[in-house]
């Protein structure tokens, strides 16, 4: 099953996606603002989906938002959690912030005011602030049933679904302080999308992430394309790391790291610019593509 979070005639509605992507059935949900969040709490507590509210429409003729367009506490999301992205770190500009491996993963968060829409504009921010923006393709986990100090062996019990995320990341800003949460979490830097597969039709432990950027005026290059089975930490072993003294919630999101082929891997780096398209794809998922723009604050 997919679920979506869309707004179409001047109001928000959550519904379902059919298998090809283009249809949605909109279901009687009271508060659709929230996206998809009381539908998980409901499915979490064993309750059944709403029934539909009105006729299908093409998703073509709505504007999609985040499936959860602010998760509750912001996200969970774990840096350096690839073998070739992690051998890349220590060729770039970022070798000297990369900690010698202790065994643990390493874990941040975004806040949850920076998520977008799957198709939204990301704001540059001023240059006085950030010039070396950054993408990262990444595959997120969307929690189902909650728990505290959840066992690996159990943890896939607890997954609800999958979304992507773009983690995107201000460089500068994230090598500038001691925590990564400041250079993650400017507004606009976690376009999400283009809504949550269900772990009944999706492995997130075994599927392909791609990422494209198509430089302003330019095609499209295929920058990240790795697999999820190439995790250093695997989906079970974050939700592990994550419980730990912390209960997880139904609709907690963990972004669950991104491939090699960042743009601060490159040598030069290639930095984000104005008119930059960035798109992600997830085999058995969809797809979320988001233009980088300077806005007006
Ligand atoms: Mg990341």
Same mark, same amino acid.
């Given at each position: ?74 996200? %969970? &999301? ?7 992205? $992690?051998? =890349? !770190?220590? #060729?770039?500009?970022? *070798? ?92 606009? %830097? &976690? ?7 269900? $772990?009944? =039709? !999706?492995? #997130?432990?075994?599927? *392909? ?89």
């Amino acid at each position: 099953m997919r679920l979506a979070s869309w707004r179409w005639g001047g109001r928000d509605h959550v519904g379902t996606v059919s298998a090809c992507g283009r249809e949605l059935t909109p279901l009687a949900c009271r508060d659709a603002a929230a996206g998809v969040l009381p539908l998980i709490e409901l499915l979490a507590e064993g309750g059944s989906l709403p029934s539909p509210s009105g006729t299908r429409l093409p998703t073509d003729a709505v504007v999609l938002r985040a499936p959860l367009p602010r998760p509750r506490r912001g996200l %969970f &999301c774990v840096g350096r959690n690839y073998h070739a992205h $992690a051998a =890349e !770190l220590a #060729g770039s500009v970022f *070798r000297n912030h990369v900690t010698d491996d202790r065994g643990w993963p390493i874990v941040f968060g975004k806040l949850a005011e920076c998520v977008v829409g799957p198709h939204d504009a990301v704001r540059l921010p001023n240059p006085s602030t950030s010039v070396q923006i950054d993408y990262e393709s990444e595959l997120a986990v969307v929690i189902g049933r909650g728990g505290l100090d959840i066992q690996r062996s159990r943890a896939m019990d607890h997954v609800f679904g999958y979304t992507v995320v773009n983690d995107v990341t201000a460089r500068d800003v994230q090598m500038r302080h001691q925590q990564w949460d400041l250079g993650k979490s400017f507004d606009s %830097f &976690c376009p999400m999308g283009p809504w949550i597969v269900t $772990a009944d =039709e !999706l492995d #997130g432990r075994d599927t *392909r992430v791609r990422g494209w950027v198509t430089p302003a005026g330019g095609a499209p290059e295929l920058r990240q394309d790795g697999f999820t089975r190439d995790m250093i930490h695997d989906i079970p072993t974050l939700i592990e790391t994550c419980s730990r003294g912390i209960t997880l919630l139904p609709g907690d999101v963990i972004a669950t790291g991104t491939p090699a082929g960042v743009g601060m891997g490159f040598e030069p780096p290639r930095w984000l610019r104005a008119g930059d398209v960035v798109r992600i794809e997830i085999d058995g998922l969809g797809a979320i593509e988001n233009r980088f723009e300077r806005l007006a604050a």
